[in-house]
């Protein structure tokens, strides 16, 4: 049986654990299966979270430095792309790279706006930035 499928009982097993009556039996087969695994799990979610933290860090410095030193847009596009995109926020990305291309196209563009807005109202760390970015911008 391979790790990923040992993974997924385990977190199954111990995930229903509280429905199960024999719960003791399920941390043991869990903690059984676990055993030579639990540093990787421990290690693979720090390192989730060290990249999602990078990225909000490098997005909001990508925005600033627009901001402040005013690139063009396509400066603006090729940054974004360059960064490390964490799964959870590849939606929002995609929103922003598509805004920024559409704004290098149209600058007045109301849907490059309106995907601005909802990555604002979605994103409350990036409130700041997107909002003077739409100000400046608009």
Same mark, same amino acid.
């Given at each position: 049986? $391979?790790i990923?499928?040992?993974?997924f #009982?385990?977190l199954?097993l111990f995930?229903?654990s509280?429905?199960?009556?024999?719960a003791s039996l399920v941390e043991?087969?869990y903690?059984e299966a676990?055993?030579?695994?639990?540093?990787?799990?421990d290690?693979?979610?720090?390192?989730? #979270?060290r990249?999602?933290?990078?990225?909000?860090?490098?997005?909001l410095?990508?925005?600033?430095?627009? $901001?402040?030193n005013? #690139?063009?847009?396509?400066q603006?596009?090729?940054k974004l792309?360059a960064?490390s995109v &964490?799964?959870?926020f590849k939606?929002l990305? #995609?929103?922003?790279v598509?805004?920024?291309?559409e704004?290098?196209?149209? &600058?007045?563009?109301a849907?490059?706006?309106?995907r601005?807005?909802r990555?604002? $109202?979605?994103?409350a760390?990036l409130?700041?930035?997107?909002t003077?970015?739409?100000?400046?911008n608009?």
């Open positions: 049986m $391979n990923g499928r040992i993974l #009982l385990a199954f995930s229903t509280s429905v199960l009556a024999g043991k087969i903690n676990m055993a030579g695994t639990v540093l990787t799990v290690g693979d979610a720090r390192q989730r #979270l990249l999602r933290d990078d990225y909000r860090r490098e997005l410095e990508v925005f600033g430095e627009f $901001n402040e005013g #690139l063009s847009y396509q603006l596009e090729e792309l960064l &964490p799964a959870d939606d990305h #995609l929103n922003l598509a805004a920024v291309a704004l290098e196209k149209d &600058p007045q563009e849907e490059s706006k309106d601005l807005e990555a604002k $109202n979605n994103y760390w409130t700041g930035v997107l003077l970015f739409i100000t400046n608009f």
